[in-house]
């Protein structure tokens, strides 16, 4: 069985990816499992260039093929920011809903509705191997927050054709339709084929 190492050190990122995962002949590694927690400093102005280098770090510390993602959420109501700073954003609050009560304030005083997430993944070969796939979803921030499950921003946005935002959604629902599993289907089609 083909072994792979999911460089990363984020639950919830790790329970979508795993669901994905389920039907391919592959073994995710994961680098808790030999309580390796140390990280690169992100310091990509893109998603792509940020998963390239954890997703580098994964390889030069593990030695066996390595794919990372970095994502996060781009506002329209914050001139289409936080972006490659998503994670930086929220921890700025005292806590989540603070932040999301600021922006859904700003929401409704540009009356700028629109959002999208996007996610880089990056799948290292080897040293000079990269391959980049990305996935994007669109869709509004809600008047309110919404919702108990997932994390980070699924609270307060809502994808196109969807009346729930993501937390509303169970975890199968959302990975129906969102940015992690586009990106993350794309590198599952390339590793059957
Ligand atoms: P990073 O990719 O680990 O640097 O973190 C990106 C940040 O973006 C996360 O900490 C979340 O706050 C946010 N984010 C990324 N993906 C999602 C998602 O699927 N739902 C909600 N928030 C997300």
Redesign the pocket.
């Known amino acids: 069985m083909r072994k792979l190492l999911f460089f ?1 050190n ?1 639950n ?2 790790l329970v ?1 990816v795993n669901q994905l995962f389920k039907d391919l002949k592959t073994e995710l590694i994961l680098p808790s499992k030999f309580n390796f927690f140390d990280e690169p400093e ?1 310091t990509g102005y893109t ?1 792509a260039e ?1 998963a390239k280098i954890k997703s580098s770090f994964g390889y030069k510390n593990f030695g066996v093929e390595c794919f990372a ?5 781009c506002i329209e109501a914050l001139g289409w920011k936080p972006g ?1 700073y ?2 930086r954003f ?1 921890n700025r609050f005292k806590d989540n809903f603070r932040c999301f009560e600021n922006i859904i304030d700003r929401v409704k005083v540009t009356g700028k509705v629109r959002a999208y ?1 996007q ?1 880089s993944v990056c799948l290292t070969l080897n040293k000079n191997y990269h391959l980049v796939f990305e996935g994007k979803v669109k869709g509004t921030i809600s008047k309110k927050i919404r919702g108990k499950s ?5 609270p307060i ?1 809502i994808p196109d054709g969807e009346l729930k935002t ?1 937390s509303q959604m169970s975890k199968m629902q ?1 990975n129906k339709t ?3 599993s586009i990106a993350i289907n794309k590198l599952i089609n390339f590793l059957s084929n």
């Open positions: 990363t984020n919830n990122k979508e992100e998603f940020n993602e970095d994502s996060g959420i490659v998503s994670k929220l997430f996610t997932g994390f980070g921003y699924d946005f993501f959302k969102s940015h992690r």
